[in-house]
Structures are given as structure tokens and as C-alpha cells.
């Protein structure tokens, strides 16, 4: 079945940008869907349809998809943002929800 | 606002059955999807199926033939049941909703807040 690939982790500094990808073969063909889930809590849409932004949502998270690779990008990083970050797609093939690892950002 | 409630039994004996219902308060289930996703402790999600308010469902294939989904519409409810169960079904249960109609396009909007399942004797 399709695969994502994220980095494990990320490292940044508050007032940084952190950018956090997805590897997908082809996956810019795909509506790629992040998620930010902190400790103990359920997995909360951040980005949809690869740069979408739910209601409530700050403008300081953005999302780009070309290509074999999606990125989110937070500007701006605050300490709130710590946090593990899942990539989503559907894959067609198999007709499954396909979700990454998650990427574990760490703020500074 | 729309909001997801997961309930069920939090300890399962193996090679049992798993029976997970979704409440929905604040909207009719009859516009959407519902989803049923899982994460082992300190491990990723997993999407286990979907269910439409008039029944139509798929499941992830690697759960084979274990998983059923259902929904009550007169309830608001959608349920889950994963027969023979073992250690390795072990986790926290969230339902979500699909925000569109169309799987391929979907993500999930809204979650519930998650039910801890432990499969042990």
C-alpha cells in the first residue's frame, strides 16, 4: 500500500519557521490532510486539501504539496506548537486512509 | 458545535469481541461519514473504516474480515465491532467524522476524544 514518509523529528526555535514533510510517491497528485496531536489529546485538523485551513486555525500554519513531497510550514513557532504532526491521503489503490508516522516537533 | 463521544467497554478479554459505539450531539449524522481510527500506545493513527448515515462502509483490508461498522440513524450513532481480538488491537479508539462525502477527498474535521481499549486476559 502507499507509503509516507516524515521526518521523526523537528527542532526549532520560537519565532522560527518549522517545515515538516511528507514523502509520498507522486503524492502531489493527492489531497494531502495534516494533523496536530499533543499528549493525551485527540489528533486536531490543522491543514486540508493541501493548504486549506479549518475555521480557527491560525494563518500561521501553511501547507504546499508538489511532487513527491507535501510540507507544513509554521511560521512564527510558538511554545503551543510542540506537538506530533501526522500527514494524511487516501490511497486509491488500496482504498484505505493512509497515514505518516507523525514528525515530533520540538520547540527550543 | 458538533462533537464525537466514544463509549464501549475499556478492557477486552482476547480472542473476544470489541463493540465501540460514536454518539453524535450537535448534527444530524444524516449529512456525513463517520470514521473509525485507532493508535496503539505511542504509536500512530490507523484508519480502520467508514460508515455512511444510509450504511454504506469500508474497512481497512488488513483488518481482513474482523471489523463491522454500523449506524442508528433514530441514535446518532455509529458503531464498531472487531471480533477476535488479541494484544496487538490494544489502543486508543477515536470516531471522526469525514468532512466530504467523497473518500478520496476526505479529512477527518472533527474527533472524539478517544476511548482506551486494552485487550487482556
Known amino acids: 500500500s502507499y507509503v509516507l514518509i516524515q521526518p521523526p523529528s523537528v527542532s526549532v526555535a520560537p519565532g522560527q519557521t518549522a517545515r515538516i514533510t511528507c514523502g509520498g510517491d507522486?503524492?502531489?497528485?493527492?489531497?494531502v490532510h495534516w494533523y496536530q496531536q499533543k499528549p493525551g489529546l485527540a489528533p486536531i485538523l490543522v491543514v486540508y486539501?493541501?493548504?486549506a485551513r479549518p475555521s480557527g486555525i491560525p494563518e500561521r500554519f501553511s501547507g504546499s504539496n508538489s511532487g513527491d513531497a507535501a510540507t507544513l510550514t509554521i511560521s512564527r513557532v510558538e511554545a503551543g506548537d510542540e506537538a506530533d504532526y501526522y500527514c494524511?491521503?487516501?490511497?486509491?489503490?488500496?482504498?484505505?486512509?493512509?497515514f505518516g508516522a507523525g514528525t515530533k516537533v520540538t520547540v527550543l | 458545535q458538533v462533537q464525537l463521544q466514544e463509549s464501549g467497554p475499556g478492557l477486552v478479554k482476547p480472542s473476544e469481541t470489541l463493540s465501540l459505539t460514536c454518539t453524535v450531539s450537535?448534527?444530524?449524522?444524516?449529512?456525513?461519514?463517520c470514521s473509525w481510527i485507532r493508535q496503539s500506545p505511542g504509536k500512530g493513527l490507523e484508519w480502520i473504516a467508514y460508515?455512511?448515515?444510509?450504511?454504506?462502509?469500508n474497512h481497512n483490508p488488513s483488518l481482513k474480515s474482523r471489523v463491522t461498522v454500523s449506524v442508528d440513524t433514530s441514535k446518532n450513532q455509529f458503531s464498531l465491532r472487531l471480533t477476535s481480538v488479541t494484544a496487538a488491537d490494544s489502543a486508543v479508539y477515536y470516531c471522526?467524522?469525514?468532512?466530504?462525502?467523497?473518500?478520496?477527498?476526505?479529512?477527518?474535521?472533527?474527533w472524539g476524544q478517544g476511548t482506551m481499549v486494552t485487550v487482556s486476559s
Open positions: 507522486n503524492i502531489g497528485s493527492k489531497s
Open positions: 494524511q491521503v487516501w490511497d486509491s489503490n488500496s482504498d484505505l486512509y493512509v
Open positions: 471522526a467524522r469525514n468532512l466530504v462525502l467523497t473518500p478520496a477527498l476526505s479529512s477527518f474535521d472533527v
Open positions: 460508515i455512511s448515515y444510509n450504511g454504506y462502509s
Open positions: 486539501d493541501d493548504s
Open positions: 450537535g448534527d444530524s449524522i444524516s449529512n456525513y461519514f
